[in-house]
């Protein structure tokens, strides 16, 4: 990242307005009004051949003329000037271009896109947008935009792919008190992206939380290697689901490849929360700006009100922080401060009676426990208590710990005095939410900070025993053939040449090759038919299984041969692969998509009709780690199958673990090579006895 240049595109200490206007109502006259109205100290230059001077601000005829030195220029002529004011900004020295214009890749005028990028690198300088609504900071008094006013003051930032969406949220920072200081609209990314503002908002010492809009990444690997490497909370709301996992697919993986499925576990990598909508990212937003990662489990809550302490605990298992008893030497200390009908478990109910001096002291007695990993202060209003006092007495209780390592949250039930004191505790650093529902989910999303932050520390596991010269052999001998589909043989060659452990298999071309090669590899066998152009075998009747005489091997091999040749008269036939039949197991499904954000992508999931059915599937990003892996055999649905259940023994997840590892290496290893590709059935058998891959399937990149 040059530094220099976006902290002079998104912090600049003088900015051009070009296309400035004297006439109100246009965004050029607008532009300029904001930058006056929020007071911004730096250089302000209006640029406009026609006018001399606007809003009392000396107007230039083109930032040439202009003598002082300009670090960023805000562009709001129209799309077909923006190339000779490129060149313009470019001869001026000035590093970085805001453009607000339309009309460029969003309308399908991509080359003009491409072209004013390229023009302004090769000036050094970096555009922001097209397409955008501007850049607002609070802390530089700069609003760079046509939003209306600078948002609520706080420490998280928001990068937005949205204008008009940044525009609403810039309004409703007020509305619900919940503070930001920089707003950046990212339009077209045609230069920069989502990855230069996650690692410049990383650097930037008045930004606690980076909060992101999504509609679609067009970096996402780079976009998971700075969320890696940031230090801050990153979170995302990512709106969309595009229509690429509904494209019919030559394989299972490919059409279970929902794109909003892949963001899910690539933002996971990439150590990014996500936010289920707008309301979820302002509340996320708000806890992660103020309150620090909860390290451990325990979710202590704190309340005068049964009601809501259920309707808590009840949010609590579903958010996946579910309540556990407190200890019984706490549950002593904090006894002292409720009546015998009290309740010091978890939640501990103070119940209506509670006044300031118990709110302050459980709060303070339990903050400080080392047991409590996270508190959630709960009230409800009663006429014999101010909710403002309640507010400062909870501020109170954590201040007089002095703790900072651990996250607080508050959430008061109650009408506009309850409204006021959570707007109070929100300013003091206490995130404060009208639903106990969210306020847990706001512990949450600290937790899974937590979590994943640590996880999007693995390294990816490697294998020095993978084999690529060979996995290549086998691609370069169908690429000579101009064929894209290997057939199973050549699969499960590429498979094995990564240790995938597929099932023993030799192709014969005649009845007594079939014969000779069934007897070698030892009876019962399974016979396939082979060819490049029959990919759905059993339609075709060219799979028979548990085949055990000699006799069978020959009635079956002219038998699968026929029913080819009528199903496809002119299909490519190299014969049929006679194979060790694999006892059977528990059916999983491992395969691969080359994503078009993230490139190769791994999938898991229950096999056989379930994956079509249920589409019990996750998915990561490859290459990862082998923790990884097992943690993707612990998230589907059908976990518990493989986990041993009604007396069934565990299946060997330590090999589903490395094979699914393995598969991950071999697909990013190839992955200018395999576009998407199957190993399903994979049989998995008891524990210590591993697994095999039955069926392959790999269908290359076009070149
Ligand atoms: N140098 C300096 N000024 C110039 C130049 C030049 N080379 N050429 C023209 N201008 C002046 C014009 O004379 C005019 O000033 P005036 O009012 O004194 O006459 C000014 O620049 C603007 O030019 P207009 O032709 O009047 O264009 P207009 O203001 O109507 O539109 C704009 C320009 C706003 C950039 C428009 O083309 C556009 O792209 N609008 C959409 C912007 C947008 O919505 N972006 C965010 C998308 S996200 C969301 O939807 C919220």
Redesign the pocket.
Known sequence: MDIEILNALLKPKSVAV??A???PG???HTVLLNLQESKYKGGIYP?????DEILGFKCYK?VLNVKEQIDAAII????K?VL??VDECGKKGIKGLLV????FAEVGKDDLEKEVVAKSRSYGMRVLGP???GVLSNSDDFNGSFAPFLPYKGTASLVSQ???LL?GIDAQTYTRGIGFDKLI?I?NMSDVNFADTIEWLDQDEKTSCISLYVEGLNDGRCVIDKGRKATKPIIALKAGSSAHGAVAAASHTGSLAGSSKIYKSAFAQAGIIQAEDLDNLFDRTLVLSLQPPMKGDNVLIITNGGGVGVLGTDSAEKFGVPLKYTPPELQEKLKKYMPSFGSAKNPVDLTGMAGNDWYHDTVKIAFNHEWVDGLVVLYCETAMTNPLEIAKSIKKSVDDTGIKNKPIIASFVGGERSDKAMRWLVKNGIPAYAGPDVALNAISALKEYAKIREDSKDIPTTYDDANREKAMDVINYARNEERIALTEIEAKHVFAAYGLPVTRAKIAKSEEEAVSFANEIGFPIVMKIVSPDILHKSDAGGVIVDVNSIEDVRKFFNEIMENAKVYKADANIHGVVIQEMAPWGTEVILGSVNDPTFGPTMMFGLGGIFVEVLKDVTFRVAPFSKRQAAEMIGEINAAPILIGIRGEKPKDREALSDTICRYANMIYDLRDEINESDANPVLVYEEGDGLKVADARILLTKK
């Open positions: 070009i296309g206007s004297a006439t246009k965004i050029g640029i406009n051949p026609k006018s083109s709001v002529v129209p799309a000037f000779q004011i607000i214009t339309s009309g397409n955008i609504v949205s204008g008009a525009i609209s339009g």
